[in-house]
């Protein structure tokens, strides 16, 4: 037996978490949800998996590895796209299986060993398949050529069907909620938690430091390394993940806290979800990001190698903006004097990282004394007169880095490709570039990988690399 | 720097390096564009591929573009796994159609 998970990792009801969570590696009581399926599935007797991934697919394969840890084997494969996702089940050679289970990501439903079966679920008062099926091997081919949930179905309709009640979804942000619900009630008994019932009710994980003040209603779930501080309410069907910390008299009450996220003081969080610092409330359907990390905030980040990295740059910067200011001088009269146009030009700019939502986007300033069209065709000498050294003040101010990804103004961000402009966003501003260093073409096709080459790879020792590479051009040649 | 078969009507394209960066990314773009105008289909081979940078990246996306404007598929497999992680982060394979094994990318230009 072999089971098919298809998990392209789209969710267009919890779009915010969606930007840095495939939605099956959603935390889920101490675990991604995928690996709950996972569980369930291996409790069936398969050992073979085949995952179908689009979105953030590195954060599930190097998650699950090679399967070796469960006992399994698990085959990744990627598609471009949701809408592609079911034509990989055409190119995988079934041949030596006879039945396969095939499953969807945003669901987990209590299923037994069947030789042929579709399971159905009622949802918003009417019954629609879960993506969850026993099928034939022979099926794969046909089910390939289709595209969407309601084809596939109806084109499975002359196999057994039953509506299960003993299901988890989180498909959206209440049913995420709602299936949390559900295991705290003990409404889905087969879910494996990994805490110690201290009460009925009640799972404490370990190394979690609760004073005695904390009031704890049933049902609840409690990570491990959480810390609480004093007079916290903890009001029932709530999950707080690993490794959270909640300041002093907050109250918790139908709500999931997701793993290293901060709640700062006297809160009062109902019915939502918390990651990090992003704020979803599902009786509304809002979703917010905190900027105020003293009010949520995440715990993930290594802040004070961050901070020191910070002023040490801005140190340096400000060591040689100082020691550079004659030759600033130096270029702006000659400038004046030589050159037939302006010499100073002012771009406005998008502080990096910043915020999914655009309204939370700040800008700045930068003066050089080139137009940014003609940054990628200058000489080393001409880039370092007429931009880095004017740059510099921007980089002792701590608004710009010396070495990151090109600034650019709100609607250029806003104009990039979605991908393009999410690792855009996660990354910094900088003067030297990966696109100048390695003198890349002013193609679209160059300058996103130059980019999103950077973004992602992006620290101490690449940064200092490209800042030698450009030292390097600056005091010999570049290409 | 790479060899080239033809399997039916589908050109397979064999990475023979191991690294493609800023020493020989042009080579790449300057070869394969000539290539991929002779056939519509093009499969590339990288299980050779262990590294590769920015100005590789650039190169391959370069490749695709020139087989689009000739009207062309340009699909990849056997991608190292280290490969494979830089081009999941830098969203490639919301571009590229990528394989595990050549069956597979045969078999989705219905060569099977």
């Given at each position: 037996m072999r089971a098919v998970i298809v998990a392209p990792g789209y969710s267009e009801k919890m779009p915010l978490l969606n930007e840095y969570y495939p939605i099956s590696m959603v935390p889920f009581l101490g675990k991604p949800f995928l690996q709950h399926i996972i569980e369930s599935i291996i409790n069936l007797g398969i050992q073979k998996f085949d995952f179908v991934l689009t979105h953030l697919p590195e954060t599930i394969e190097n998650f699950f590895g090679d399967g070796k840890r469960w006992g399994c084997e698990f085959t990744f494969h990627l598609v471009k796209s949701v809408e592609n996702a079911y034509q990989v089940l055409d190119l995988v050679d079934f041949s030596e299986e006879e039945t396969i289970l095939l499953a969807h990501e945003a669901y987990l439903p209590q299923i037994q060993l069947e030789d042929t079966h579709v399971y159905c679920i009622n949802s918003q008062d009417r019954t629609a398949w879960c993506g969850w099926a026993w099928l034939n091997a022979e099926k794969m081919p046909d089910i390939a050529k289709l595209h969407g949930f309601e084809k596939i179905h109806e084109h499975l309709i002359d196999i057994p069907h039953s509506t299960i009640t003993k299901y988890l979804s989180i498909i959206s942000y209440a049913d995420l909620l709602d299936s949390a619900k559900k295991v705290l009630n003990k409404d889905f008994e087969s879910l494996l938690i990994n805490a110690k019932e201290i009460e009925p009710g009640i799972w404490l994980s370990r190394n979690v430091v609760l004073p005695s003040s904390t009031k704890i209603k049933a049902p609840a779930y409690i990570g491990e390394n959480c810390r609480f501080d004093q007079n916290?309410?903890?009001?029932?069907n709530v999950v707080i993940e690993e490794g959270c910390i909640i300041e002093e008299k907050s109250t918790i009450e139908n709500a999931v806290v997701f793993p290293k996220s901060y709640i700062g003081e006297a809160l009062d969080l109902k019915n939502v979800i918390v990651d990090k610092n992003r704020l979803i409330n599902t009786e509304f359907d809002a979703e917010i990001e905190i900027v105020d990390d003293f009010i949520l905030g995440n715990l993930n980040n290594n802040v004070l190698k961050k901070t020191l990295l910070r002023a040490f740059s801005r140190a340096l910067a400000l060591v040689l903006f100082l020691f550079c200011v004659p030759l600033f001088l130096t270029t702006i009269l000659v400038l004046k004097l030589f050159r037939k146009g302006p010499v100073f030009f002012r771009n406005s700019y998008v502080l990096l990282p910043t915020k999914r939502d655009e309204n939370l986007w700040q800008s700045c300033k930068l003066t050089s004394f080139c137009p940014k069209e003609s940054i990628n065709t200058l000489s080393a000498q001409s880039h370092f007169f007429l931009l880095f050294v004017p740059s510099l003040w921007q980089v002792a101010k701590g608004?710009?880095?010396?070495?990151?990804?090109p600034p650019r103004n709100k609607d250029e961000v806003k104009n990039l490709p979605k991908d393009w402009r999410s690792l855009y966003t996660s990354s910094k501003c900088g003067v030297i570039t990966e696109q100048y260093v390695k003198s890349l073409a002013n193609t679209k096709e160059d300058i996103y990988a130059s980019e999103a080459f950077y973004a992602v790879s992006a620290g101490f020792k690449q940064d200092l690399r490209l800042a030698i590479k450009y030292l390097g051009q600056v005091i010999f040649f570049r290409k | 720097m790479f060899t080239t078969e033809t399997n039916n009507d589908i050109l397979l394209i064999t990475l023979t390096v191991d690294v493609l960066d800023a020493s020989n990314n042009n080579d790449f773009k300057d070869q394969t564009s000539e290539v991929v105008k002779q056939q519509p289909k093009v499969l590339i081979?990288?299980?050779?591929?262990t590294f590769i940078d920015s100005s590789g990246l650039g190169a391959i996306l370069s490749c695709l573009r020139n087989c689009n404007e000739n009207k062309g598929k340009l699909k990849l497999f056997a991608i190292s796994k280290t490969v494979r992680t830089l081009f999941e982060l830098v969203r490639m394979h919301k571009v590229f159609d990528i394989y595990n094994t050549k069956e597979e990318a045969l078999a989705s230009f219905g060569a099977k």
């Open positions: 916290i309410h903890v009001n029932g608004k710009m880095h010396f070495v990151g990804v | 081979d990288m299980s050779a591929l």
